[in-house]
């Protein structure tokens, strides 16, 4: 039998998924990204001293790498350095109140009942329950599945766990849903940041999304080479099975032939043949006809209101003082719900932005002595195709980012605006389509995890992965994304139309 041959475009978390498990299966594979390197998101930026992870920083979902790993007879422990962390995060007030989550309930329960009560204690008990009961019943049905209609997922949950479908509350917002376990709005803000992973507002996102509060509390990792280390070991693993990466190299069109992929074209004109495409970039460039005009397929272009939060991150190494930094650390401002209007509504930056600072060198609580390297994300609307360097204006937001830091008491040494600045008209730069979304789709309404892209596309040949499609964004998810692409081509393949 023939040998089938795919392209995945994307060496991201999920192309490279995808890709792995491809091989793995006997597929001739080839990955081709525009990049430089492997990781898509998962970048590392030099701001003159030291290599800086500028991407995603919270590690969860481990089981999915386990598995990734296993079935392609490897070990992920073996392939990468990760420690758990036994503090997930450092929170500051600019009350200069603060509060540290832990990898253990009990632990939690004691800071927040010293925080804010036993009656928040309480809410909080009954918060993670409900979490834990979001991610039970979405996870084999929906997470690691191929995409389902709303009457899909209840007929995979099955009848007896309707229930606890049911009470994972879709038409509920998030907001709204915390007023049930929390009266201290320091605690509500806390909770509902976590819809900000999955690019969306916790005032138009639905309940079900506290699962990724469970997520957490399952288990977060750090890596002490960085995230980037991920894409690397990702990459080792393909190439032992025979995968083939090529970098700098843009795919300008699909080719199709018969009303199917027969390949691509690169922006140099050549072309390369394959029986199958993944494209796990932004599904919005496909859309949006960046990949070839004359492309028939059922992927949606994304709406202006459709695009989830992009961000402005600056990568620095630098001393810091007063507030003693964690791993992950985040700084709230009073007034949450005006972030989410500036951004979603007014398509700008509120004054007092929620600040996340990512203080890399400080794995299992280590103190660095003098310099050290720091990822500082504020949350940015998507309008890095239509938006001005003004609208970015990168030193008075760093003033702003910096005087929220100051009021929970920590200081930046640093004389100047960070040199390595990225706004969403880069993030748009890099990943072509996105517009700057960060998350592709947000998860505004009940509907909106039923419609985003899924691995099967109406173009025979084309296949979708990534964040951007199903099962959602995030390093985990869109690993998930590329294994679901790879099974849909191993299964077409063995049972042609
Ligand atoms: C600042 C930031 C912080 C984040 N924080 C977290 C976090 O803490 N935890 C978490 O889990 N997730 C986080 N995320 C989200 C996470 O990084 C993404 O959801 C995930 O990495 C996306 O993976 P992907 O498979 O969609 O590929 P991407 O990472 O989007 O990569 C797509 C690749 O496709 C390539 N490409 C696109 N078009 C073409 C073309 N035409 N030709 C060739 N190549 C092409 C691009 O160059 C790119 O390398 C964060 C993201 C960012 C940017």
Known sequence: MKVPNTIVIGAGAGGLAAAIDLAVAGHTVTVIDRASEPGGKMRQVFDGQHFIDAGPTVFTMRWVFDALFADANSSFSEALDMRPADRLARHGWSDGSQLDLYADHASNRAAITAFAGARDAQGYDRFCQRAENNYRVLKDSFMTAQQPSMLALAARVGVKQLPALAA???????????????????????????????????????????????????????????????????????QSHGVDYRFNSHVQSLSTSNARISGVTLDTSESLRADNVVFAGDCNAIAEGLLGPHLTTDIKPRTQAQRGLSAMTWCLSAETEG??????????????????????????ITDCPTVYVCAQDRVGGHKPSGAERLLILINAPAIGDTAIDADFDSEALWRRTTRVLARSGCHINTPSTPSVVTTPIDFHGLFPGSGGSLYGQTS???????????????????????????????VPMATLSGRLAAQAIIEDAAHPH
Request: proline fraction near 5%; include cysteine.
């Open 444 to 474: 505004h309404g009940m509907m909106s995890s039923f419609t985003r892209g899924n691995s099967r596309t109406a173009l025979a040949g084309l296949y979708l992965a990534g964040g951007t499609v199903h099962p959602g964004p995030g």
């Open 323 to 348: 507030f003693e930094l964690d791993y992950h650390n985040v700084f709230f401002d009073k007034h949450y719900q005006h972030e989410f209007d500036a951004i979603f509504n007014d398509r700008t």
């Open 168 to 238: 994972t509350r879709p038409d509920q917002t998030l907001w709204r849903a915390l007023d049930h376990y929390f009266q201290d709005p320091r605690l509500k803000q806390l909770f509902a940041r976590y819809a900000t992973y999955v690019g969306s507002s916790p005032m138009q996102c639905p309940a079900t999304l506290m699962l990724i509060a469970h997520v957490e509390q399952e288990g977060v990792w750090q890596l002490p080479k960085g995230m980037r280390a991920l894409a690397d070991a990702l990459m080792r693993l393909g």
